[in-house]
C-alpha cells in the first residue's frame, strides 16, 4: 500500500498542495486529458484499485451482494466492507460520483433510443407523396370527386359549345 514521507511537512503547504490537486482536477474538462493526469500521477495499480473502489460504491449503491461483486470484480470482502463503511460513514463524494454515473447512462440511453427509432424510420419526415394520399383520404374522396366532376362538366360545356 502506498505511504506518506515520515518526515513532517508544514500544515500549511500540505493544504496548498492538496487544494492545488482538488482545483487540477475541477479545472481540467477533457477526458482525455484527465486521463493524461491520472496516469501520470497514480501507478498502474493504483490506477486499477481506484477504478475498482468506484465500481465496488456503484454497485453496493444499487443494491448488489458481497457475494456478486467478489466474483464479479475479484475483490476480497476486505475490499468491499472498506468501501460499504465509507458508504455508512458519510460517501457523499461516492455518492455523487454514482449519480452522475447514473445520469451519464440516462443520456447514453437516450441517444441510443433516439439513434434506434432513425434507423428504424420512427422519426423520419413524411414523404410529399404520402402526405397527400394521406391528405386526400382524410378529406375523403368527395372532394377529388367534386374536382373531377367539375372538370368533367367544363370539358362537356366546351364540347357543347361548338356545336
Same mark, same amino acid.
Given at each position: 500500500m502506498t505511504k506518506i514521507s515520515r518526515k513532517p511537512i508544514n500544515?500549511? @503547504? $500540505?493544504?496548498?498542495?492538496i487544494n492545488n490537486l482538488w482545483s487540477v482536477f475541477t479545472l481540467i474538462d477533457?477526458?482525455?486529458e484527465i486521463k493524461l493526469l491520472f496516469k501520470d500521477l497514480f501507478?498502474?495499480?493504483?490506477? @486499477? $484499485?481506484?477504478a475498482k473502489r468506484?465500481?465496488?460504491a456503484r454497485r453496493l449503491l444499487a443494491g448488489e451482494t458481497y457475494e456478486s461483486i467478489m466474483n464479479n470484480l475479484k475483490v476480497t470482502e476486505r475490499t468491499i466492507s472498506n468501501v460499504s463503511n465509507t458508504l455508512e460513514r458519510d460517501g457523499k463524494g461516492l455518492r455523487i460520483a454514482y449519480q452522475k454515473l447514473l445520469d451519464l447512462e440516462k443520456s447514453f440511453q437516450?441517444?441510443?433510443?433516439?439513434r434506434q427509432d432513425y434507423l428504424e424510420h420512427k422519426n423520419w419526415p413524411k414523404l410529399r407523396e404520402?402526405?397527400?394520399?394521406?391528405?386526400?383520404?382524410k378529406s375523403g374522396l368527395s372532394k377529388a370527386d367534386q374536382v373531377l366532376r367539375r372538370r368533367v362538366r367544363?370539358?362537356?360545356a366546351r364540347k357543347s359549345l361548338s356545336i
Open positions: 500544515p500549511q @503547504k $500540505m493544504g496548498f498542495y477533457a477526458k482525455e501507478t498502474h495499480t493504483e490506477y @486499477k $484499485m481506484f468506484l465500481e465496488i437516450l441517444k441510443r433510443n433516439s404520402t402526405v397527400l394520399v394521406k391528405n386526400l383520404i367544363e370539358v362537356t
